[in-house]
């Protein structure tokens, strides 16, 4: 089930190690200078841990956005302040790193506790939290990559607790995505004459793809290389040198140890063909990392009260961050679009 293997994390995190040897600062989040605003990074009890959590918002009259990030080790905090700033004025925007993944890694977290249901269990705890601490009925959720896993078993289950369910890059089925995936590389091989991608597939099989479908812009889609995370790895206020460090060891502690218990399987198409409340799924058109063919398949395959197809057409696996204005659009769309329905 790892879309994003630790590779790319190791750099991130060895690229800041040598770019700031000199200077360690403590992270911190900017403060909104609003009225009745809320910029709080914050440490959170869930399920017996503390785990990081980061809130930002500019009118706490606004409804919470709860972020469920990849992986399932793989944080999306560090990145937060690269493409959130315009939903931090529709929402409140929440960002949390889960147990073992990055500011919430630490070695002497019990690797039994990286289950499916664990993740479950620290997400109802948060929302509950939250509702109750902004004093709301429910909240926006969304889920990118592996945090589709969870987002889907939370909207499925606990429909009472979310507006809707935002879906970012839905993981559908493992097995299918990979034959897809090698397909797709061997394709682009032969059209861009790269021995090299075949020669990768052929020794490495599986473990060869990552590299290959960042290459051929299958994960961000204007840029080949890791740099771009780097950079904003290096631009995170909310990061530490000491966090970055975690980055790496958490992705691999949790793809390491990860249990599925609620879907044993854990093949999402398989175990979940209708949801109780509207549902957006958004696809970046050159995303292979979670295949488009078969988002769109399972899109068109599940029941709901009401549900949205939105593609972006210059975006493979990270819309909200190649396509952010966009993103935020969209996301102020579907707000106002759920909002208006219960007036």
């Not at 600062?25 to 990074?41: H, R």
């Not at 289950?115 to 997400?123: S, V």
């Not at 609620?262 to 109780?276: C, F, G, L, N, V």
């Not at 975006?315 to 759920?338: G, Q, T, V």
Request: proline share 4%.
């Amino acid at each position: 089930m790892n879309y994003e293997t630790t590779y790319k994390w190791l750099i991130i995190s060895f690229s800041i190690l040598l770019l700031n040897s000199c200077v360690i600062l403590p992270s911190y989040t900017p403060n909104i200078k609003i009225d009745n605003s809320i910029s709080s990074l914050e440490k959170i009890k869930l399920g017996g841990l503390k785990q990081s959590v980061l809130i930002r918002g500019d009118d706490l009259s606004n409804p919470i956005l709860l972020f469920l990030h990849g992986g399932p080790g793989m944080p999306l905090m560090y990145m937060a302040h690269s493409f959130q700033d315009s939903l931090e004025k529709e929402f409140i925007v929440v960002q949390y790193d889960r147990r073992g993944a990055g500011k919430s890694y630490n070695k002497r977290i019990d690797p039994t506790t990286i289950t499916d249901q664990q993740y479950y269990e620290d997400a109802i705890e948060l929302v509950h939290y939250l509702c109750k601490r902004f004093n709301k009925r429910k909240v926006f959720l969304v889920g990118h990559s592996w945090g589709t896993y969870l987002g889907s078993i939370l909207a499925h289950e606990n429909p009472e607790l979310f507006y809707t369910y935002i879906s970012i890059g839905q993981v559908v089925n493992s097995k299918k995505a990979r034959l897809l995936q090698d397909n797709f590389i061997t394709k682009k091989a032969n059209e861009l004459n790269r021995a090299e991608a075949l020669e990768d597939l052929k020794k490495y099989g599986y473990q060869a793809h990552e590299k290959w479908l960042f290459k051929f812009g299958a994960q961000i889609h204007t840029d080949t290389s890791y740099q771009v995370f780097v950079k904003e790895g290096m631009r995170s206020p909310e990061y530490s040198l000491f966090d970055a460090l975690k980055i790496s060891k958490g992705s691999q502690f949790c793809q390491n140890n990860i249990k599925y218990k609620i879907i044993p399987s854990a093949i999402i198409e398989d175990s979940i063909q209708s949801y109780s409340i509207p549902c957006f799924f958004i696809v970046g058109k050159y995303d292979m990392t979670t295949p488009k063919p078969l988002i769109v398949d399972y899109f068109n395959s599940i029941s709901c009260p009401k549900k949205e197809l939105i593609v972006f057409e210059q975006s493979a696996h990270f819309p909200f961050y190649e396509e952010k204005e966009l993103f935020s659009r969209e996301l102020r769309k579907i707000k106002y679009s759920i909002m208006d329905s219960l007036k």
